[in-house]
């Protein structure tokens, strides 16, 4: 292949490309204007343009397609040779879900509208998803018909693709499927509970458990075969004994099983088209955990490179920040495959000018290398966007897009890296238990009842008692608050990290129940024991995923609160997170941050590269901040993101912040 994926871009033919990028979609906007649309991207600094193929809008009857024979502004074919033309290069998503806030989802409706081609809810019912746009029952991915049906598009759209593959074309990338997400209603029991579902579902348990017999020790009850075993359809209850816990893990476990399934089924099409020569990526709908796994599907699905999507508010940007530092850590480039430019006007509070200045650097301050700008020009259902839906340039929205290009040239920000002293794990274990007690209840009226009625068995459920799921989450959060307050740099991993990304860290946080993957523990020791300094709570494991008897970590017993040394480094099992302790820890251990703020409730972050270091400090709150700058040593503070004027030399430095504000400094010793 040609192109090769890169932690910080794609490599063509030995040039790196760094993936930023604006959303484009050509049936929306007259064929007269592109050229005009084009010029004006250009404009704005973008090389990169991406869009949507939608198997709807090109489908004019089963079987047959208008790639532009019929009308001219779905002719893709021109519009590629046209961004070839003008030196773009393109990211395409042929589907077959794209969403785009199309009625559809871009999905003929004849399979919408099919029931027996819906997932289904535990009852055995269709599952309705009600979009603003419209609604209509779920298709199931486990179903073969729904990849046939794709198949025909593709072999189609294929040999027009193909004429535009890079080297011979400006398309770099495709993207396979789009936020694949149970319908975007992840609830472990809403679905999918169809004939296609539940017989993947024996195929699972028949990959993991190999005979009916070591299932049937697994769950402590008997199971005639595979395909006899039921798929949980609510949150065990505490007469369901560890055998009934064990069951509904498997089913969590299953439906991460069945998204890198769908997936890699996807990729097999599109490289049995031809169209492998370029990279797969794929895209997630924000959250990172069950049932989405990045390193999961970048790992088994066939697909090259996978990303969060993210549409903050002002006030929201810690999210993308963390998004983007856990694809720093999990993913092999850190990439948005969409962060708002603009937004949507429905569903939730618009995106409004002081949104895109208050996030726009979210992803970079968290690590990421590439993002595309969904929507860079705007169209039907979308507000808010740069360039107007005929490319005309619009004012502070423009010149803001124009002046993120010109910053990332500034600084060189692919050669950059975000200095991290610590890494912090949230386990899929941990992740697992907590999606055992969901219920497939609207969000809403879950918020809405007692805390009373919300309880659940887990306690009588876990083998030899706690953590609770909720423990382990608390344990996670009160790690990353440490190290934000004490401006620690730190990544979020999940327990698919591997060892070189472990290695990186002075000290690692994971927050583990009772059990833990073999293959995980294994490489927390073996960091341990290769100087690192490793903290584990609220638990110490002494169970595999099995409930099986943990091997990993035999002959190592520490007591809670006293570190233990494990060959070069040392671990602290702490049963609550206690930021005394771990303080302690990393002191004796000479662990410092690179730069810390007078305020601890200012967030800040640090990125080296290209002899530069960066200082990126976020106001989380609605109303100005000031803080001092400490740092060793005379330095000087050069604002890149900032207002500010450059005054010379300093040893502590004052910094204001407006409100939800995002500033960047370069830290230059004097």
């Not at 004994?241 to 969590?252: I, N, S, T």
């Not at 290009?405 to 002293?421: D, G, I, M, R, S």
């Not at 009625?453 to 009588?460: C, G, I, N, S, V």
């Not at 000031?626 to 900032?642: T, Y």
Request: charged share 20%; with cysteine.
């Amino acid at each position: 292949m040609p192109i090769k994926v890169r932690s910080n871009g794609l490599e063509l033919d030995g040039n790196l490309l760094p993936l930023f990028s604006g959303s484009f979609h050509y049936w929306r906007s007259p064929r007269g204007q592109w050229p005009h649309i084009f010029d004006q991207i250009r404009g704005l600094g973008f090389q990169v343009v991406e869009t949507y193929v939608p198997w709807s809008v090109h489908e004019t009857a089963p079987g047959e397609f208008d790639f532009g024979r019929t009308d001219p502004d779905k002719d893709l074919d021109a519009w590629l040779t046209l961004a070839h033309q003008r030196g773009f290069k393109v990211l395409l998503r042929p589907g077959p879900c794209i969403n785009s806030e199309l009625p559809d989802f871009g999905y003929p409706e004849r399979i919408l509208f099919d029931p027996s081609r819906a997932a289904l809810g535990p009852l055995g019912n269709p599952v309705i998803l009600s979009h603003q746009t419209s609604s209509f029952a779920v298709p199931s991915y486990a179903d073969e018909r729904l990849f046939a049906d794709f198949d025909v598009y593709l072999g189609a759209l294929s040999p027009l693709l193909q004429k535009h593959l890079y080297p011979k074309g400006p398309v770099v990338a495709l993207q396979v499927d789009n936020e694949i997400s149970y319908g975007f209603i992840p609830e472990t029991y809403s679905l999918d509970y169809s004939p296609a579902s539940l017989a993947l579902w024996a195929h699972f348990l028949e990959l993991k458990y190999r005979a009916p017999a070591a299932l049937s020790r697994a769950w402590g009850a008997k199971v005639a075969g595979f395909e006899a075993a039921p798929a949980p359809r609510a949150a065990p209850k505490a007469a369901d004994g560890p055998g009934g816990l064990r069951a509904c893990l498997d089913w969590v476990e299953y439906r991460e099983y069945q998204v890198q399934w769908a997936l890699g089924r996807m990729a097999d099409l599109y490289r049995s088209r031809g169209l492998g020569s370029v990279p797969f990526y794929h895209n997630f709908y924000g959250p990172w955990t069950t049932p989405f796994s990045v390193p999961d599907v970048e790992a088994d699905a066939g697909v090259d490179f996978c990303g969060l999507d993210g549409y903050p508010h002002a006030a929201d940007a810690l999210e993308a920040v963390d998004q983007a530092r856990y694809l720093a850590s999990s993913s092999r480039l850190a990439y948005f495959p969409e962060y708002g430019a603009g937004s949507w006007p429905f569903g939730f509070p618009v995106r409004d000018q002081g949104d895109q200045e208050a996030t726009l650097l979210a992803p970079l301050m968290g690590g990421a290398k590439g993002v595309n700008f969904y929507m860079l020009v705007e169209r039907e259902r979308w507000l808010g966007s740069p360039l107007g839906p005929d490319g005309a340039r619009r004012g502070a929205s423009a010149d803001l897009f124009a002046r993120f290009n010109a910053f990332l040239e500034q600084v060189q920000w692919p050669k950059t890296a975000p200095v991290n002293q610590g890494l912090l794990v949230l386990p899929r274990e941990a992740q697992r238990l907590a999606a055992v007690f969901d219920r497939p209840t609207a969000r809403a009226e879950l918020e809405a009842l007692p805390a009373a009625l919300r309880r659940d068995p887990e306690a009588d459920l876990l083998p030899g008692g706690g953590p609770l799921p909720r423990d382990c989450a608390a344990f996670h959060a009160a790690a990353r608050a440490f190290c934000a307050r004490g401006h620690y740099g730190f990544a979020l991993a999940d327990g698919a990290v591997v060892p070189e990304r472990l290695a990186r860290h002075a000290f690692v946080v994971a927050g583990i129940p009772g059990f833990c993957d073999e293959a995980l523990a294994r490489r927390l020791r073996s960091y341990a024991e290769g100087g690192g300094l490793l903290v584990v709570g609220p638990a110490w494991p002494r169970l595999n995923a099995r409930f099986e008897p943990l091997r990993a970590f035999e002959g190592l017993d520490p007591q809670p609160g006293k570190p233990l040394p494990v060959g070069d480094g040392k671990v602290l099992l702490l049963g609550a997170f206690d930021a005394a302790a771990v303080a302690a820890l990393l002191r004796r251990a000479r662990i410092a941050v690179e730069i810390d703020l007078s305020d601890p409730e200012l967030e800040a972050a640090v990125h080296r590269g290209g002899g530069r270091q960066l200082l990126f400090v976020r106001n989380p709150f609605a109303s100005e901040r000031r803080a001092r700058v400490l740092k060793e040593g005379k330095f000087v503070l050069k604002p890149l993101w900032s207002g500010a004027k450059f005054l010379g030399a300093v040893e502590e430095r004052e910094v204001v912040l407006g409100p939800h504000e995002i500033k960047v400094w370069e830290v230059i010793p004097a």
